[in-house]
């Protein structure tokens, strides 16, 4: 299994960035889809997630509202629309993916890509 992630980038508050999450060696449409981030000196934190049917998202409350986290099936690639950064959105973000396939509610993450950078200044 491979998560490629991409789309990172050091921006000003208040602008836009849409990260990707290539996946390959799973079922992309049979499995849950998150992404986590690491900001310096802290935790790594659930940001957003999606059922394997595209049909439940969930969001940290930092990011409800500014962030939109979606799937296409055909690319098998995970998307996270990150709108109106703020300079505490700075982390590395990471796609990950469960070890088993149509998982609910909280599972623990087994698979995880390498992680994009982004940068948020003020």
């Known amino acids: 299994v491979q998560l490629q992630a991409s789309g990172g980038g050091s921006v000003q508050a208040g602008s836009s960035l849409r990260l990707s999450c290539v996946a390959s060696?799973?079922?992309?449409?049979?499995?849950?889809m998150a992404w986590f981030r690491q900001a310096p000196g802290k935790e790594r934190q659930f940001a957003a997630s999606i059922d394997w049917s595209g049909r439940i998202t969930s969001y940290a409350d930092s990011v409800k509202g500014r962030f939109t986290i979606y799937r296409d099936y055909p690319k098998s690639t995970l998307y996270l629309q990150m709108n109106d950064l703020k300079p505490e959105d700075t982390a590395i973000y990471y796609c990950a993916a469960p070890k088993e396939p149509f998982a609910t509610d909280s599972p623990e993450y087994h698979y995880w890509g390498q992680g994009t950078q982004v940068t948020v200044s003020s």
């Open positions: 060696g799973l079922g992309f449409s049979t499995y849950k």
